[in-house]
């Protein structure tokens, strides 16, 4: 099962298309592109928002955004090393994204695939900066309202 991250906001963003080659976050608006039927029960968890986004991480879904999945890192095997580049540099995209737009009353909610409309957990107050941080955990049902500063 893979996680998934939604973006809900006012903001206008252009989508990336996935890059299998090149893998590093990318994002689908949800109205043109429906990833799944899944992906229309967002609409449970979106109030007055023009727009949601798909933000998908470098492994082609969101599981590359979770923390514990390379939490130990074989620093002598390649396969390992590469893994926690694509990581970092997804990070980076998420946050550079992030800090290019204002978010006044956006938010990001993460579940799991099969998860979407279901009951949020609980409300946090997200301060961008902490997303560059690739030991960050987002957890699942929790909506993440951001914060620049």
């Not at 006012?10 to 109205?31: L, S, W």
């Not at 899944?38 to 082609?60: P, V």
Request: aromatic share 14%; charged share 30%.
């Amino acid at each position: 099962m893979c996680l998934a991250m939604y973006l809900f906001t006012e903001n206008d963003i252009d989508e990336i298309e996935y890059d299998a080659k090149n893998p590093r976050m990318y994002i689908q608006k949800i109205q043109s592109n429906k990833r799944s039927e899944d992906d229309t029960k967002t609409s449970k968890w979106n109030i007055n928002h023009k727009n949601i986004y798909y933000i998908g991480s470098y492994e082609g879904c969101g599981c590359g955004w979770a923390f514990t999945k390379y939490s130990y890192i074989d620093k002598n095997n390649e396969y390992d090393r590469e893994k926690l580049a694509n990581k970092i540099n997804a990070r980076k995209d998420l946050y550079r994204l992030l800090k290019s737009n204002r978010w006044n009353d956006s938010y990001i909610i993460v579940c799991w695939e099969g998860d979407q409309g279901e009951e949020i957990n609980q409300t946090v107050k997200l301060n961008i900066k902490k997303i560059k941080n690739i030991e960050y955990e987002f957890y699942e049902l929790v909506k993440y309202i951001l914060k620049t500063k």
